[in-house]
């Protein structure tokens, strides 16, 4: 399955299909999920956004036997705009077991280069069977924290760029009051499924019609409604952290070689 916006620049998708096409005959993986992430499939982007290409790899099943296993990821030179790289498997289902939320985000990106629905659904499935909700929580709240704080916390002036960075997590927070399951990467879908105040959404619609024009946003004062619904939102939250236990980690293991057996390189 392929899923690329018009306005993508086409010369940069070529490199993309490129690079991923070297990745499986250089590393001998194969790729069989990858996605554009990053502030153009968030919903935010700026004229000059890079493109982040992210994937997932598969390795041959002697390459998980071996005692010198390689890296857990590939990556590709940063050219210009350009950025890809990749997470191996079993990366990424330990991350998921962490409570990671970002193996979950790049399979709902909208934004797809090239992907196997079957692969998706396969470890979409593996996610939700070895996610802990309260860890996915915890990743959203140190995320959105960190890139509050980044912002200026909403206080006098603030980096505008990085309110939407520290926004998503917020929303993301409130999507998981009221769903359960893997949310959705793009802010459009999150505040679509969300209740978020009015005023919050007329800010946020303001500044991101801002920033798909401008290259810089730069600092402003704090917009009143963004800020005081973020602190909140941020302060409500329960910092609790919980280890995976034996069992979680069993049925990862066992849904990870699972997937070994059918998306490795091997038969393909």
Known sequence: MRSIPTEFDAT????????????????????????????????????????????????????????????????????????????????????AVAGNATVGEWLRSPWIYTGDEQFRGDLLDLVAAVTDPVRVRRHYLHVGRAQWARAGDGVGTV?????????????????????????????????????????????????????????????????????AWADATFAAQDDEYRAPGAELRERATDGFLAMVERWSPDDH
């Open 159 to 227: 980096r505008l760029k990085r309110v939407f960075y520290a926004i998503r997590p917020a929303v993301t927070l409130h999507w998981l009051d009221a769903h359960a399951g893997v949310p959705p990467m793009n802010l459009d879908e999150l505040l679509a499924e969300t209740s978020v105040p009015d005023d919050v959404r007329a800010e946020l619609a303001e500044l991101r019609e801002l920033k798909s024009r401008t290259r810089e946003l730069g600092s402003a004062p704090a917009p009143h409604a963004i800020a």
């Open 12 to 95: 940069v998708v070529a490199d993309i299909d490129a690079r991923l096409d070297a990745v499986e005959s250089e590393h001998g993986v194969r790729v069989p999920w990858a996605i554009e992430s990053g502030s153009r499939a968030w919903g935010f982007a700026s004229p000059d956004s890079d493109y982040d290409c992210r994937f997932f790899y598969v390795r041959s099943r002697k390459a998980y036997a071996d005692l010198w296993p390689s890296r857990d990821v590939i990556e590709t030179p940063l050219d210009g705009l350009l950025d890809v790289n990749g997470w191996d498997l079993r990366k990424a289902v330990r991350l």
